[in-house]
């Protein structure tokens, strides 16, 4: 979702609508969890997808039990405790309004700790989690303070806001068409101020792609989009294109590159093929014969008593192929 996340009547209309963008980008493969594991699930993971864990036997979770795939990055993963080393939480520390029903002073993990509160009929909660109370017990009143409207950011789409933000809020923004957003895509309410507010960054076009020795750009991949890139000779942030290599040569990594605010992603590199060991000869042997030969080794041929090299004396692997052998031809003549 992008823009506010939710919308308010002002002067009788509604502030502007949220946008929900697809996103693209998934997660990775599930973090390992120390003394616990996910439950089965099958990749790819995309944005909102959820993996719940459990902790092994004589283990106790803390934590949320599930993560969530968002925006390319998973949650924070729970934490499996050695429920014998679980730590217990003192009792609190209450003050004159505050009313201790309790002559404890230790409570153990996951107790549900109730107190009132002077002059309040309801009963307040705290949970004791892992030697820590949540939420710390207190009857102190909490100054709420509240955020205004959000600043409109340069090049970001308009937004009509709501008249005011509590502590937490969080507002997801969204640039204009061929703009980039640059530190974080959300601004977020923090003591009555905006924290962490963005930049929207012009997108910038890629020249020609870095050439690279035996392999070019793959013409059959091309799009209608990428043809007209190729004669105006400049790509749009975002493009991707691939390479492909000579026959003999095969790429060493990931094929694809990316246009990225005016820079291309680092190029592929076309590697030769090994060679299986050489062709024998009639008469002939090679000096050190291996089971497979990397890309542009030589290796030298040795004739029989009584037998010569016609033609070099050497062969080299040429990806995946050897270049042509010598002959071994005789030496002795016969006199009549």
């Not at 996951?110 to 030697?131: A, D, M, T, W």
Request: hydrophobic letters at 25%; proline letters at 10%.
């Amino acid at each position: 979702m992008k823009g506010p996340n939710k919308i308010q009547c002002v002067d009788g209309t509604w502030t502007t609508l949220p946008k929900c963008i697809e996103e693209e980008r998934t997660c990775g493969a599930i973090p390992e969890l120390d003394h616990g594991f996910a439950q089965p699930s099958d990749p790819p993971y995309h944005h909102g997808d959820s993996v719940e864990f459990n902790c092994t036997e004589t283990f106790t979770m803390i934590g949320d039990r599930s993560i969530t795939c968002i925006s390319g990055m998973w949650t924070q993963i729970p934490l499996c405790v050695a429920t014998d080393q679980l730590e217990k939480c003192q009792a609190p520390r209450l003050t004159a309004n505050e009313a201790n029903q309790s002559n404890k002073n230790e409570f153990n993990h996951n107790f549900n700790f109730s107190y009132p509160c002077r002059g309040k009929l309801e009963q307040k909660h705290s949970i004791c989690v892992n030697g820590r109370w949540d939420p710390k017990p207190t009857c102190t009143k909490v100054e709420i303070n509240f955020c205004p409207p959000p600043p409109q950011i340069p090049n970001a789409e308009d937004m009509k806001t709501t008249v005011k933000y509590q502590d937490g809020e969080k507002v997801s923004v969204l640039c204009k068409e061929n703009y980039l957003i640059k530190e974080a895509e959300e601004i977020v309410c923090k003591n009555g101020r905006w924290q962490s507010i963005p930049r929207c960054v012009e997108k910038l076009s890629c020249s020609q792609p870095p050439d690279i020795n035996h392999g070019r750009i793959s013409p059959s991949r091309f799009s209608e989009e990428r043809k007209e890139a190729i004669e105006s000779r400049q790509y749009a942030h975002g493009t991707k294109l691939n390479y492909s290599c000579e026959d003999g040569f095969t790429t060493s990594e990931e094929d694809e590159i990316t246009c990225y605010m005016g820079k291309w992603s680092p190029p592929p590199q076309c590697v030769g093929l090994p060679c299986e060991p050489p062709p024998s000869i009639p008469n002939g042997v090679v000096s050190h014969e291996l089971d497979s030969y990397p890309y542009g080794q030589e290796v030298i041929y040795n004739c029989s008593e009584d037998f010569g090299i016609d033609g070099p004396a050497f062969i080299k692997c040429l990806g995946g192929k050897w270049s042509s052998p010598p002959e071994c031809i005789s030496t002795v003549y016969l006199i009549l």
